[in-house]
C-alpha cells in the first residue's frame, strides 16, 4: 500500500493494523511544503509507518511557473534528497500531466527533474496515467531512464479521459510491463482516482495484472 494523506489519528496504530493484516507500506506521500519545511517530522511518519520511500506527490501552481522555479524546486528536492539518504530513506517525485507541457522555450518540466536533479539522491515514481495524459508514452520513459523510476503508479484510461480499472481503458500495458524489469521499479501501485465500487474495481484491476506474465511469477 502507499499512503497519501489518510494516515488516521495515530500513526504507529495504523503501522500495527497494517502488520495485523499482512500489509506493508513501502510509500508514503508527504506534501512538498512539508517536506521542505518540516523535513524531520515528515520523515519521523515515515519511520513510523515502515516505508522507505517519500514521495512529493504534487506541486502548487504558484511555485512552478517557469523554467527557473523548476530549477529552483529541482534544487530543493536534492537537498531533500540528501537528508532523506541520511535518514535511510529514498526520496522520489511523482508526476502528474503538467510536467509534461512545454513552458517558455519550449522546454518540458520532465526534462529538467530528469537532468537537474540527482539521481543519487531522486528518484522517480511514473504515474503511468498522468504521463499518457500529458502526451508521453510511459513504456519509453521508463527504458529511456532505467536508473530513475523505483516506483510507479498503474492506472488506466477509459475513452472519456477519465480513470478506470486495468485492462478496461486505452492505455497499452504491455509496453509498461515488458519496460519493468530493466527499469529499477520495485514496487507497483494500482491507483484508480475515482470509483463507484472502490473494492469490486481493485479485485477487477488485480485480475488483470494476474493474467500478466510479468506479475504471473511475481508476489
Known amino acids: 500500500m502507499e499512503f497519501a494523506g489518510i494516515l488516521g489519528p495515530d500513526v504507529k496504530r495504523t503501522s500495527e493494523l497494517l502488520r495485523s ?104 515514481e511514473l504515474d503511468v496515467y498522468w504521463a499518457t495524459r500529458g502526451g508521453r508514452d510511459a513504456a519509453d520513459v521508463l527504458i529511456a531512464h532505467p536508473s530513475r523510476f523505483r516506483l510507479v503508479h498503474l492506472k488506466d484510461m477509459a475513452k472519456d479521459g477519465s480513470t478506470t480499472e486495468l485492462g478496461r481503458g486505452t492505455i497499452d500495458f504491455a509496453g509498461i510491463f515488458a519496460a519493468l524489469p530493466a527499469s529499477g521499479v520495485q514496487h507497483a501501485f494500482v491507483e484508480q482516482d475515482v470509483s463507484a465500487d472502490p473494492l469490486h474495481s481493485i479485485e477487477t484491476s488485480i485480475a488483470f495484472l494476474r493474467t500478466q506474465r510479468y506479475f504471473s511469477r511475481s508476489t
Not at 515502515?50 to 506541486?59: A, D, I, K, M, Q
Not at 517558455?104 to 536533479?117: C, E, F, I, N
Open 21 to 124: 493484516l499482512g500489509l506493508a507500506a513501502p510509500s508514503l506521500h508527504l506534501d512538498y511544503a512539508g517536506l521542505r519545511d518540516k523535513t524531520e517530522s515528515s520523515f519521523d511518519i515515515a519511520h513510523s509507518l515502515g516505508s522507505r520511500f517519500v514521495v512529493c506527490p504534487w506541486l502548487d501552481p504558484p511555485v512552478r511557473q517557469t523554467i527557473d522555479d523548476w530549477k529552483r524546486i529541482c534544487d530543493e528536492l536534492n537537498r531533500i534528497g540528501e537528508l532523506a539518504a541520511g535518514s535511510a530513506l529514498t526520496l522520489a517525485y511523482h508526476n502528474h500531466d503538467f510536467e509534461f507541457r512545454e513552458l517558455a522555450g519550449g522546454m518540458q518540466p520532465y526534462d529538467v527533474l530528469l537532468s537537474r536533479t540527482d539521481e543519487r539522491v531522486v528518484k522517480l
